[in-house]
């Protein structure tokens, strides 16, 4: 549901936050009080393009946000927001914001993240439809009549099993197109794997090994100087005129003599024992470093031959040897399914055949409950649109094999149909489709008609009305109020009304005002109950004493 709505500087909008309730939410108030601003920052936020002459007389930007409680949403909400890089929803609610400046600069947000208009579109059809004199009507789509039709008759379940197997004979059908290809291209590609798959598997090549071939190749090109400072450090060490280890023998003749003239030097000579000891280890050491160490061209010669190897095979294939290794072995599976490529021809030739089958057999079964279905559907709803004043209407629900679709080649994953809702409001005219409907009223009563006889089924959230009351009045006003409520037992309801009747049985009422304050004209909106609300009630009904009391009558039956 939609929770909150803050809206600053559109149209004669300073700044307002409306909270709005579960249920049915009434909105009335005078004409031209500005009712329709509520509507233009919605489509704002649900990401309809901005028009610059709605931002606010001397304001340099305009803003809409809006929280959504969206706790209970069917639409895969998490993963379209992690696959879109946006910030995860909490608390159950999802922050939309918008803002556009004079200059023509837009920004929208999800959540906080920085998205774009098409993102906040797509929210916008899982959380909002809005029915009236504007462009956001999801069921004015055939794919949302049909889906729609589908809900009623319960066949969700075989559609979904249905665009299942449009799934797999796409895949299956991508498999065949890669391997028909022209001979001479089929030769060339079998030539260049071949080719591939010798190269890597030749070279024999083991997971790190580059980075161990080059460290040993670095040191065999430096094993002249290596042995060279190896024999320096023994000849300072012990093999040199003035010898490190001799002059330390020296020190030590002195030290003792100290000791024996002073005990308290004992740690000074205890101190040079350890010295002279890690000396001679040090000897040692470089001792053996210095037999292991030699000249050997041959060596090197093939430490690089082998590192110049590795490097053509990563520069040729991929940065890395691991991907090469990797490389190397998707070849290897590619190769096999090309010289099997007749084999796995006549396999995938024998799969798709069957799955054709299947497919057909399950998108004509899905059509035949189609077509048994959209009669009672038919009939649902043009009960409702009698009781909305429609007396002597027809609605038709048109199914038909879809074109371009009627194929397992082709087929749809929402099945083989095209569907259209028809509606005829008077007498001797012919069904037209509804988005051909010209009166917004007549549009907005035959939405009303559908939602109540789907309310169970349809998964948007938010129906927002707008002159759902148009040329209506006395028993059909009653009427479009009480099916406002039934709707409203599953969804949250925001009716723009200037019926009595319909504003009665809201579970919410909310009134637009318009006011001037320092010389400017600013629109607020306020929830009323209590005495406000028969004030508001009243006023609709002509205003006096007995509109009053009509006004209190009206809310006791509720």
Known sequence: MLSTLRIKNLALVADLTVELQPGFNAITGETGAGKSILLGALQLVLGERADRGSLRAGADQCSVEAVFEVSGLRAPLTGFLADNGLEPCENGQLVLKRAFTAAGANRQFVNGSPTTL???????????????PHEHQSLLQPARQLALLDA????????DAFAELVRRRTLLGREKAELIVDEATYAREL???????????????????????????????NDARLL?????????????????????????????????LDPTAT??????????????????????????????????????????????????????????????????????????????????????GRLDHELLAAGNG??????????????????????????????????????????????????????????????GEPARPLRAIASSGELARVMLAFKTVL???????????????????GETAGAVGARMARIALQHQVLCITHLAAVA???????????????????????????????????????????????????????
């Open 228 to 260: 060279e400072l190896a024999h320096g450090a023994l000849e300072g060490l012990s093999e040199g005129e003035d010898p490190v280890i001799s002059r330390l023998a020296q020190v030590g003749r002195a030290l003792h003599e100290l000791r024996r």
């Open 152 to 159: 009623f008759a319960g066949l969700s379940p075989r559609r």
């Open 504 to 558: 009665a049985l809201g579970a919410a009422h909310h009134v637009v005002t318009k006011d001037v304050e320092a010389g400017r004209t600013i629109s607020r909106i306020e929830p009323v109950t209590g005495a406000a609300r028969i004030d508001e009630l009243a006023r609709m009904l002509g205003g006096g004493a007995a509109a009053r009391r009509h006004a209190e009558s009206m809310l006791k039956a509720v």
């Open 118 to 132: 098409a993102t906040l579109a797509t929210l916008g059809t899982w959380l909002v439809d809005l029915h009236g």
């Open 366 to 427: 899905l059509s035949a409950e189609r077509r048994q279905h959209a009669p009672r559907l038919a009939r649902a709803v043009g009960r409702e649109l009698s009781a909305l004043g429609f007396r002597q209407s027809g609605l038709e629900i048109r199914l038909q094999p879809a074109v371009g679709r009627d194929t397992p080649e082709t087929a749809d994953p929402t099945g083989m149909d095209s569907c259209e809702f028809l509606f005829a409001p008077n007498p």
């Open 267 to 352: 740690p000074l000579t205890v101190t040079l024992d350890q010295a002279a000891d890690t000396l001679r280890e040090l000897q040692q050491a470089v001792t053996r470093y210095a037999e292991a160490a030699e000249v050997d061209p041959a060596r090197r010669a093939v430490l690089e031959e082998r590192l110049n190897l590795l490097h053509g095979l990563r520069r040729k294939y991929a940065p890395t040897l691991s991907d090469v290794i990797a490389f190397g072995a998707d070849a290897v599976q590619k190769l096999a399914v090309l010289e099997g490529r007749d084999a796995e021809l006549a396999r995938l030739q024998a799969a798709l």
């Open 455 to 473: 309310a169970a089924e349809d998964e948007v959230p938010v129906l927002v009305f707008d002159e759902v009351d148009a040329n209506v009045g």
């Open 191 to 221: 030539d260049l794997l071949r080719f591939q798959v010798r190269e890597i598997t030749d070279a024999r090549l083991q997971p790190g090994e580059d980075e161990l071939i080059e460290a040993e190749h670095h040191r065999a090109s």
